[in-house]
Protein backbone atom coordinates (compact mmCIF):
# COMPACT_ATOMS: atom_id res chain seq x y z
CA UNK A 1 0.00 0.00 0.00
CA UNK A 2 1.25 3.55 -0.94
CA UNK A 3 1.98 5.47 1.81
CA UNK A 4 0.41 8.83 1.68
CA UNK A 5 2.73 12.40 2.83
CA UNK A 6 1.50 12.89 6.02
CA UNK A 7 -0.33 16.09 5.28
CA UNK A 8 -2.22 14.42 2.83
CA UNK A 9 -3.08 11.83 4.66
CA UNK A 10 -3.90 14.10 8.15
CA UNK A 11 -6.62 15.91 5.77
CA UNK A 12 -7.99 12.17 4.40
CA UNK A 13 -8.44 11.23 8.00
CA UNK A 14 -10.11 14.78 9.45
CA UNK A 15 -12.24 14.66 6.16
CA UNK A 16 -13.18 10.77 7.15
CA UNK A 17 -15.02 11.56 10.20
CA UNK A 18 -17.40 14.05 8.54
CA UNK A 19 -21.40 12.33 8.80
CA UNK A 20 -21.77 11.16 5.22
CA UNK A 21 -18.36 11.10 3.82
CA UNK A 22 -16.50 7.62 3.72
CA UNK A 23 -12.69 6.39 2.91
CA UNK A 24 -12.85 7.10 -0.72
CA UNK A 25 -14.88 10.12 -0.90
CA UNK A 26 -12.45 11.92 1.69
CA UNK A 27 -9.28 10.56 -0.92
CA UNK A 28 -11.17 12.12 -3.73
CA UNK A 29 -11.99 15.34 -1.36
CA UNK A 30 -8.23 15.67 -0.43
CA UNK A 31 -7.06 15.05 -4.20
CA UNK A 32 -9.22 17.37 -5.35
CA UNK A 33 -8.28 20.19 -3.16
CA UNK A 34 -4.54 19.63 -3.89
CA UNK A 35 -4.79 19.92 -7.47
CA UNK A 36 -7.34 22.80 -6.78
CA UNK A 37 -5.83 26.41 -6.80
CA UNK A 38 -4.34 27.74 -4.02
CA UNK A 39 -7.29 30.24 -3.56
CA UNK A 40 -10.01 27.63 -3.09
CA UNK A 41 -8.17 25.84 -0.40
CA UNK A 42 -7.20 29.41 1.06
CA UNK A 43 -11.03 30.00 1.15
CA UNK A 44 -11.72 26.47 2.86
CA UNK A 45 -9.34 27.11 5.41
CA UNK A 46 -10.63 30.60 6.05
CA UNK A 47 -14.36 29.42 6.00
CA UNK A 48 -13.54 26.61 8.52
CA UNK A 49 -11.85 29.01 11.10
CA UNK A 50 -14.36 31.83 10.61
CA UNK A 51 -17.02 28.67 11.76
CA UNK A 52 -15.68 28.37 14.71
CA UNK A 53 -14.43 31.80 15.86
CA UNK A 54 -17.77 33.56 14.60
CA UNK A 55 -20.47 31.34 14.92
CA UNK A 56 -22.28 30.66 18.69
CA UNK A 57 -25.46 29.16 20.14
CA UNK A 58 -27.99 31.09 21.04
CA UNK A 59 -28.02 31.72 25.27
CA UNK A 60 -32.25 30.78 24.84
CA UNK A 61 -32.72 28.47 22.08
CA UNK A 62 -29.86 27.01 20.90
CA UNK A 63 -29.52 27.85 17.93
CA UNK A 64 -26.87 29.04 15.79
CA UNK A 65 -26.04 32.73 16.20
CA UNK A 66 -23.49 35.24 15.41
CA UNK A 67 -20.22 34.88 17.97
CA UNK A 68 -20.80 37.72 20.84
CA UNK A 69 -24.68 37.74 20.32
CA UNK A 70 -26.66 36.01 23.82
CA UNK A 71 -29.61 35.91 21.74
CA UNK A 72 -30.38 34.91 17.92
CA UNK A 73 -32.17 36.97 15.41
CA UNK A 74 -35.43 34.47 15.96
CA UNK A 75 -35.76 35.09 20.23
CA UNK A 76 -35.32 38.89 19.71
CA UNK A 77 -37.52 39.79 17.50
CA UNK A 78 -40.71 41.40 19.03
CA UNK A 79 -42.85 39.96 15.87
CA UNK A 80 -42.81 36.28 17.08
CA UNK A 81 -45.35 34.72 19.09
CA UNK A 82 -43.62 34.09 22.60
CA UNK A 83 -46.28 31.53 23.28
CA UNK A 84 -45.44 29.34 20.46
CA UNK A 85 -42.64 26.98 20.95
CA UNK A 86 -41.60 24.40 18.45
CA UNK A 87 -38.82 21.77 19.07
CA UNK A 88 -36.46 20.47 16.70
CA UNK A 89 -33.61 18.37 16.97
CA UNK A 90 -31.01 20.20 15.09
CA UNK A 91 -30.14 24.01 14.06
CA UNK A 92 -30.72 22.53 10.59
CA UNK A 93 -34.14 21.71 10.88
CA UNK A 94 -34.67 25.42 12.06
CA UNK A 95 -33.53 26.30 8.57
CA UNK A 96 -35.78 23.95 7.19
CA UNK A 97 -39.07 25.73 8.77
CA UNK A 98 -38.29 29.08 8.37
CA UNK A 99 -38.28 28.26 4.65
CA UNK A 100 -42.04 27.16 4.56
CA UNK A 101 -42.37 30.83 5.81
CA UNK A 102 -45.90 29.76 7.52
CA UNK A 103 -44.30 29.18 11.11
CA UNK A 104 -44.44 32.31 13.54
CA UNK A 105 -43.14 31.28 17.00
CA UNK A 106 -40.17 30.24 18.53
CA UNK A 107 -37.89 27.35 18.66
CA UNK A 108 -36.01 25.28 21.05
CA UNK A 109 -33.13 23.15 19.44
CA UNK A 110 -32.38 19.90 21.39
CA UNK A 111 -28.94 18.97 19.51
CA UNK A 112 -29.95 15.83 18.84
CA UNK A 113 -32.15 12.97 20.15
CA UNK A 114 -32.49 10.12 22.97
CA UNK A 115 -30.10 7.45 22.03
CA UNK A 116 -29.39 4.69 24.42
CA UNK A 117 -27.68 2.39 21.56
CA UNK A 118 -25.27 5.85 21.47
CA UNK A 119 -25.40 6.16 25.16
CA UNK A 120 -27.45 9.56 24.24
CA UNK A 121 -29.94 10.54 27.50
CA UNK A 122 -32.03 13.01 28.30
CA UNK A 123 -29.35 15.01 30.23
CA UNK A 124 -26.82 15.26 27.16
CA UNK A 125 -29.61 17.48 25.24
CA UNK A 126 -30.81 20.70 26.13
CA UNK A 127 -34.12 19.12 27.64
CA UNK A 128 -33.69 21.04 30.64
CA UNK A 129 -33.65 24.48 29.44
CA UNK A 130 -36.47 23.73 27.70
CA UNK A 131 -38.58 22.34 30.81
CA UNK A 132 -37.00 25.92 32.40
CA UNK A 133 -38.10 27.80 29.62
CA UNK A 134 -41.86 26.35 29.84
CA UNK A 135 -41.78 27.05 33.39
CA UNK A 136 -41.24 30.52 32.94
CA UNK A 137 -45.58 30.76 32.27
CA UNK A 138 -45.05 32.60 28.40
CA UNK A 139 -45.44 29.39 26.18
CA UNK A 140 -49.07 28.32 25.87
CA UNK A 141 -48.05 25.85 23.03
CA UNK A 142 -45.14 23.58 22.34
CA UNK A 143 -44.87 21.37 19.14
CA UNK A 144 -42.38 18.50 19.17
CA UNK A 145 -41.17 18.36 15.64
CA UNK A 146 -38.40 15.44 16.07
CA UNK A 147 -38.06 13.45 13.44
CA UNK A 148 -39.97 10.60 12.53
CA UNK A 149 -37.79 8.21 13.67
CA UNK A 150 -38.10 5.58 16.75
CA UNK A 151 -35.02 7.70 18.19
CA UNK A 152 -37.20 10.72 17.31
CA UNK A 153 -40.68 9.25 18.59
CA UNK A 154 -38.96 8.29 21.62
CA UNK A 155 -37.77 11.47 22.45
CA UNK A 156 -40.88 13.56 21.99
CA UNK A 157 -42.65 11.21 23.92
CA UNK A 158 -39.95 11.74 26.68
CA UNK A 159 -40.81 15.42 26.06
CA UNK A 160 -44.53 14.68 26.37
CA UNK A 161 -44.34 13.45 29.57
CA UNK A 162 -42.07 15.74 31.27
CA UNK A 163 -43.90 18.66 29.26
CA UNK A 164 -47.45 18.02 30.23
CA UNK A 165 -47.55 17.86 34.10
CA UNK A 166 -46.65 22.06 33.44
CA UNK A 167 -50.00 22.19 32.24
CA UNK A 168 -48.76 23.36 28.32
CA UNK A 169 -50.45 22.16 25.15
CA UNK A 170 -48.13 19.37 23.45
CA UNK A 171 -48.56 18.78 20.06
CA UNK A 172 -46.42 16.40 17.36
CA UNK A 173 -46.04 17.26 13.69
CA UNK A 174 -48.62 15.73 11.87
CA UNK A 175 -47.37 12.61 9.69
CA UNK A 176 -49.22 11.51 6.54
CA UNK A 177 -48.61 11.27 2.61
CA UNK A 178 -46.28 13.88 0.72
CA UNK A 179 -48.15 15.76 -2.01
CA UNK A 180 -47.85 14.09 -5.12
CA UNK A 181 -46.98 10.78 -3.57
CA UNK A 182 -48.98 7.36 -5.24
CA UNK A 183 -50.63 5.10 -2.50
CA UNK A 184 -49.25 2.23 -4.27
CA UNK A 185 -45.77 3.41 -3.36
CA UNK A 186 -46.36 4.64 0.20
CA UNK A 187 -45.13 2.49 2.70
CA UNK A 188 -47.29 0.49 5.38
CA UNK A 189 -46.31 2.47 8.42
CA UNK A 190 -46.84 5.98 6.54
CA UNK A 191 -50.29 5.23 5.13
CA UNK A 192 -51.33 3.81 8.57
CA UNK A 193 -50.11 7.60 9.76
CA UNK A 194 -52.17 9.03 7.15
CA UNK A 195 -55.37 7.24 8.41
CA UNK A 196 -55.03 8.09 12.19
CA UNK A 197 -54.54 11.48 11.13
CA UNK A 198 -57.14 11.80 8.53
CA UNK A 199 -58.86 15.28 8.76
CA UNK A 200 -62.60 16.61 8.11
CA UNK A 201 -63.02 18.06 4.46
CA UNK A 202 -64.33 21.90 5.11
Do not use: W
Request: aromatic share 4%; hydrophobic share 40%; glycine share 8%.
Amino acid sequence: MMLLPDPLQKLINALERLPGIGPKSASRLAFFLLRAPEDAAADLADALTDLKEKIAFCQECFNITEAGRERCEVCESPQRDAGILCVVEEALDVLALERTGGYFGKYHVLHGVISPIEGIGPDDLKIKPLIERVERGEVNEVILATNPSMEGDATALYLHQQLERLGVNVTRLARGLPVGGDLEYADQSTLLRALAGRQAMN
